[in-house]
């Protein structure tokens, strides 16, 4: 699962598992539950979900930045679209760190780290399935 950067040409490990037809779905919520969203993602997280065609599962992802290495933050990463925002919209809290391109998202009542939007990284890079509209969730 890598890639070379359209920037640069240094290769980039990109660290989702590929999609492979098979969903999951997860109705998620922050700590306190007043953000909750669900997710769709490919592969599923469980065996019980995976086919005997298909027995992949998804890949959970240590990050090592300074913020999530503290709080040992571990990141799925579906597409955007296979994100739906149910309640609470409003108390999701944007935080922008380092270059100030990746926004992270945590609920503004308990703190607790939603997810962060990939947007930009994904632009500058291209993997299997081409540019992705990811999220880090």
């Known amino acids: 699962m890598s890639s070379e950067s359209s920037t640069n040409n240094t290769s980039l490990e990109l660290p989702w598992s590929p999609p492979n037809g098979v969903y999951g779905n997860y109705d998620l919520h922050c700590h306190c539950g007043a953000v909750r ?78 997810g962060a939007n990939l947007r930009n990284l994904m632009l500058s890079s291209v993997c299997q399935t081409g540019k992705r509209d990811v999220l880090s969730m």
Not at 40 to 64: A, D, G, M
Not at 69 to 81: D, Q, V
Not at 89 to 114: D, S, T
């Open 37 to 114: 969203f669900r997710m769709k993602l490919s592969p599923p997280l469980y065996t019980s979900e995976t086919t005997n065609e298909h027995p992949e599962r998804s890949i959970s992802v240590n990050c090592h930045c300074s913020y999530c290495s503290r709080i040992g933050y571990w990141a799925l990463y579906p597409f955007a679209k296979d994100i739906e925002w149910v309640k609470g919209l409003e108390h999701r809290r944007e935080y922008r760190a380092g270059a100030k391109k990746n926004p992270f998202w945590a609920c503004g009542q308990c703190h607790c780290v939603l």
